[in-house]
């Protein structure tokens, strides 16, 4: 697999997947409970699954890179190679994208340095959208990177259900737009009042889901659980009759 810090890009356009190696612990951790920490990672690692099947099929025409991190906390130096590690490379070693390990203390600085080096790289476009969305449609994401051609130098925000976005993209201009903590409720207000004071044009998406906690679950599966073209997903298969509807029920119903 390629890594875009050497590779010439294959267009001016980059669909940027954001994940991490589906590890207890480490991953979805506010799912837990009902999940037990397993669980949640082996959820997660459903949602890479039917990703890595469900997105080389989209009709986007971009390059789709990987950004990878890798949060364990079992010891060992951190990864200074952009090559997948095995827990990743098993479910998108045989896609058509490219690896890019993501770099930097928190999760603004990442996005930021992924966004500087596919700009770098020659991408002019760039969609960066999130790993917790498996359901995200493609038609989504082909919008968000028709209004950015529309206005160069312009950003896309998708927002989510609470506070925060599911996609973010740029055409062209400095990754400048984030605020330095990610994980709070008023992110994508701060980020909407960052685009709007730098002079940039701003397209919102319609809000989505995205998979953080107990009750996204919930929301996800009425969504998701019901849809007869989804029954070989990985997701829907790991849900199916998951016990954790029972636990999550004792729990809200505990007075």
Known sequence: MESPRSAHPRTSRALVL??????????????SPPLSPREAADLYRCFLVDLAREMPQWGVDADLIVAWADDDRRGGEPSSSDDLPPALES????APCRALRQEGPSLTARMVRVFETLQHQGYETIVMRNSDSPHLPEAVVSEA????????????????????????GMSGGPPNIFPPVMSTATVLEQTVENVQSLGR????????????????LVTFWLEFGGRADVRHWATWQALEGHDAWERFAEETLTP
Do not use: N, Q
């Open 201 to 216: 044009a701003l397209h919102l998406l319609e809000p989505h889901l995205d998979v953080d906690t107990a009750d996204d």
């Open 91 to 94: 479910l998108f070693g045989s």
């Open 18 to 31: 954001m994940v991490k190696v589906p590890y207890p612990g480490t991953c979805k951790t506010r799912l």
């Open 145 to 168: 990177f028709v209004a950015l051609e529309r206005a160069p130098g312009s950003v896309v925000i998708g927002p989510d259900l609470d506070g925060g976005y599911y996609l973010v």
